[in-house]
């Protein structure tokens, strides 16, 4: 069974400040999407990473693909209210697959 | 339009019943799932369907039976529901099985009393 574990599991934080989530794992993945989920709602995508290595950037949210496909990041740069939320790594195997992590829950408070 | 719709939003029910949750999604998607999110906020996979057939299925009690009569349509039958069913069910659908953006319903929040 592949296992996700995100880091922070719970995370509250200031408006402006700064902020990273990891999700960690021993097994390779082919690809990695990070959802965001909010209350009495279905998780919503907001990125798939598939190389090695990759970052991509979503306006203030960045996020990176470890070299191994084992790890990802994403970082929240001058969090606002609004960014609060489940926030949920979802990792693919080759067969389709998919595990998702443990969730971290972040609150930014004004 | 409600992209990936499930009804009912909310079930409460007694131990013993039994019960279905229904999916529906309008993206003209090939594949669809079934996820228990439990209490904790932890997602998990049940089953998998692409084209109408069976193509992942967890190590889920055979009490949970999916059934899908079209691509369009998911729906999950419970029988003999326990407390331990108690969580929220959420339905997703997605272009194909390989790591494809999910599009997820609103989710069913099942109380077994």
């Known amino acids: 069974t592949q296992l996700l574990e995100q880091s922070p599991q719970f995370l509250s934080i200031q408006e402006g400040e700064n902020l990273t989530v990891y999700c960690n794992s021993s097994?390779?993945?082919?690809?990695l999407q990070w959802y965001r989920q909010e209350p009495g709602e279905g998780p919503v995508l907001l990125v798939t990473v598939v190389t090695g290595g990759e970052v991509k950037k979503l306006k203030r949210l960045t996020f990176q693909f470890g070299d191994a496909r084992k790890d990802s990041s994403l970082h929240i740069t001058a969090a606002q209210p609004g960014d609060t939320g489940l926030y949920l790594c979802a990792g693919y195997s080759n067969a389709g697959k998919s595990t998702f992590g443990d969730g971290t829950t972040l609150t930014v408070k004004p | 339009d409600t992209a990936v719709s499930q009804t009912p939003k909310y079930l409460v029910t007694q131990m013993g019943n039994d019960k279905s949750i229904k999916c529906e999604q309008n993206l003209g998607h090939d594949t669809m799932y079934w996820y228990k999110q439990d209490s904790k906020k932890f997602l998990k996979i049940m089953f998998s369907?692409?084209?109408?057939?069976?193509?992942i299925n967890e190590t889920v009690p055979n009490r949970f039976s999916p059934k899908s009569p079209d691509k369009a349509h998911l729906n999950l039958h419970i029988n003999s529901l326990e407390l331990g069913d108690s969580a929220v069910y959420f339905c997703a659908s997605s272009l194909a099985l390989l790591g494809t953006e999910a599009f997820f319903g609103q989710g069913t929040r099942l109380t077994v009393v």
């Open positions: 369907y692409n084209n109408k057939e069976l193509i």
């Open positions: 097994s390779v993945f082919s690809s």
